[in-house]
């Protein structure tokens, strides 16, 4: 652990001065191949190309949880944003007693450490406050090569606690996360995470037309096959509100909720995996590469 935490300081230091070393270096890790950055083709190496050779200011707005919502208000679709509790520059701040028994925690801009609340009775204040002054003074990002999070305002914002209907969790144990993958605008496939833990989670990709595709998956011990789900009855409704949200990016990842028929905005997600997708096969990461128009 402690070589681990070694490593990723040396990689956030070089990856502040030089990220697209970084990212050349973890992309040969991973796929024993050298990044094609004067010539890109997968969905991965163009995600790379706009993230280190184009201006990704705007990116950066969107990525953080909370600047995003003046975002998604200017786009008129603010029915679809979640309730906003608060939010802090420093967990010292927080006034615990001013919130509701259930909420989550997220940082503006990291990724995967929410605090979810389901009873604030049971809650240890100090620990969580601890955690999160943690979390504030980390820069997501940089060790990935993802220089865009850098520019994000460490926040802390608290929000309603969004839980499954009663038909959603016949499939799922956890919320059903749709993760809208939109190419120049427009709505291509769908990335459906169910049963989602601290382990992992289950995953299908379907099209538009929610024709399920697990040939496009590589399954892993995070991401598992999941079972096919029924088609959401505002699917189409969804698929507008992730091109609405999407039509100023060659590529971008909406991840939406549909709690109870109500379609709850989650988040945008420019660099997934940090451009380091390893859960798709090569064909579909050509597929898709395929669909994007960089900008010249």
């Given at each position: 652990m402690f070589l681990k935490s070694i490593i990723k300081s040396i990689a956030s230091c070089v990856g502040r001065r030089n990220p697209e070393l970084i990212v050349r270096i973890r992309y040969r890790m991973r796929f024993h191949k050298r990044l094609n950055l004067d010539n890109p083709r997968t969905l991965n190496e163009k995600i790379q190309y706009l993230s280190?050779?184009?201006?990704?200011?705007?990116?950066?707005?969107?990525?953080?949880?909370?600047?995003?919502?003046?975002?998604?208000?200017?786009?008129?679709?603010?029915?679809?944003?979640?309730?906003?509790?608060?939010?802090?520059d420093h967990a010292g701040d927080m006034d615990f007693s001013a919130l509701p028994d259930s909420f989550i925690l997220k940082t503006t801009g990291g990724s995967g450490d929410s605090i979810i609340v389901k009873d604030k009775g049971q809650m240890d204040e100090d620990s969580v406050r601890r955690y999160l002054d943690r979390m504030l003074g980390t820069v997501y990002g940089l060790s990935e090569g993802n220089p865009h999070y850098s520019r994000i305002v460490p926040r802390v914002i608290a929000e309603q606690l969004l839980v499954n209907d009663e038909v959603s969790a016949r499939y799922s144990n956890s919320l059903i996360d749709y993760k809208i993958w939109c190419f120049n605008g427009k709505a291509?496939?769908?990335?459906?995470?169910?049963?989602?833990?601290?382990?992992?989670?289950?995953?299908?990709?379907?099209?538009?037309?929610?024709?399920?595709?697990?040939?496009?998956?590589?399954?892993?011990?995070?991401?598992?096959?999941?079972?096919?789900?029924?088609?959401?009855?505002?699917?189409?409704?969804?698929?507008?509100?992730?091109?609405?949200?999407?039509?100023?990016?060659?590529v971008v990842r909406v991840d939406l909720y549909n709690i109870a028929g109500r379609i709850y905005f989650g988040e945008m997600t420019f660099t997934s995996l940090g451009g380091l997708m390893d859960f798709y096969t090569p064909e579909f990461l050509e597929k898709t590469g395929d669909m994007i128009r960089l900008p010249k």
């Open positions: 280190l050779r184009t201006d990704t200011t705007e990116w950066s707005r969107l990525t953080d949880k909370y600047s995003v919502r003046d975002y998604v208000k200017e786009c008129g679709l603010a029915d679809t944003l979640n309730t906003l509790y608060g939010v802090w291509a496939y769908i990335w459906a995470c169910t049963d989602r833990t601290s382990h992992g989670t289950k995953v299908m990709t379907y099209d538009t037309d929610w024709t399920a595709h697990p040939e496009y998956s590589v399954f892993n011990s995070h991401y598992s096959r999941g079972n096919v789900i029924p088609k959401p009855e505002n699917l189409d409704r969804m698929l507008a509100v992730a091109e609405k949200l999407a039509a100023p990016f060659p």
